[in-house]
């Protein structure tokens, strides 16, 4: 089984402030998706990476995808209130399915 | 635009009742699949249908669970004689033929609880 290990597991942080998070893999991942799920509602797909060393950019969110395509980060620039929220990270295995970390759960502090 | 629509989004069931999960995915999408995600853990893989085939089931248990995806109307996942442990919520997804591997569109799932 190719386990994604996410970190941290919870962050409390103010309004305005930089956060970065983690998923982390000792397998190779042909590509890697973040989603982010919020309380009652399923996840929703936020960006896939595929290329190593690739940085893609959404808003206030920088994701990278590690040179060895076994980790990924997510960077929160000036985190909001609307960023609260459940981060999960997920790679594909052989076949149809996905991997899914145990996420990092974000709460942002107006 | 409807997404992926899932209900019930609530189930609450008796030890031993069966219980069906329905789940239409968005239009043009022709897979699906079904996660469980337990409180505390990561989304679990159970099944991945296409049209009146299930192409991958290697995550369903082996007993009292049976999905299916008719040409007709929504994929259903059923669980017959409930127990308090298939307490959970439920989601399913569907992507495009082929487009799987770049992600999902989820539904907002239902939420079992054996009582």
């Known amino acids: 089984t190719q386990l994604l290990e996410q970190s941290p597991q919870f962050l409390s942080i103010q309004e305005g402030e930089n956060l970065t998070v983690y998923c982390n893999s000792s397998s190779v991942f042909s590509s890697l998706q973040w989603y982010r799920q919020e309380p009652g509602e399923g996840p929703v797909l936020l960006v896939t990476v595929v290329t190593g060393g690739e940085v893609k950019k959404l808003k206030r969110l920088t994701f990278q995808f590690g040179d060895a395509r076994k980790d990924s980060s997510l960077h929160i620039t000036a985190a909001q209130p609307g960023d609260t929220g459940l981060y999960l990270c997920?790679?594909?295995?052989?076949?149809?399915?996905?991997?899914f970390g145990t996420g990092t759960s974000l709460t942002v502090i107006p | 635009n409807a997404g992926v629509m899932q209900n019930p989004r609530h189930l609450v069931r008796r030890r031993g009742q069966e219980a069906r999960l329905r789940c239409s995915p968005m239009?043009?999408?022709?897979?699906v699949y079904w996660y469980r995600q337990l409180p505390e853990e990561g989304l679990k893989f159970m099944v991945y249908l296409q049209k009146e085939n299930i192409i991958d089931e290697s995550g369903m248990p082996k007993e009292r669970f049976s999905a299916e995806f008719p040409k007709e109307g929504p994929s259903i996942l059923r669980i017959q004689q409930v127990v308090r442990g298939d307490s959970a919520a439920y989601f399913c997804?569907?992507?495009?033929?082929?487009?799987?591997?770049?992600?999902?569109?989820f539904g907002s799932g239902t939420r079992l609880t054996v009582v």
């Open positions: 997920a790679g594909p295995t052989t076949g149809n399915q996905f991997y």
């Open positions: 997804a569907s992507s495009p033929p082929g487009q799987g591997v770049y992600g999902y569109t």
């Open positions: 239009k043009g999408h022709s897979h």
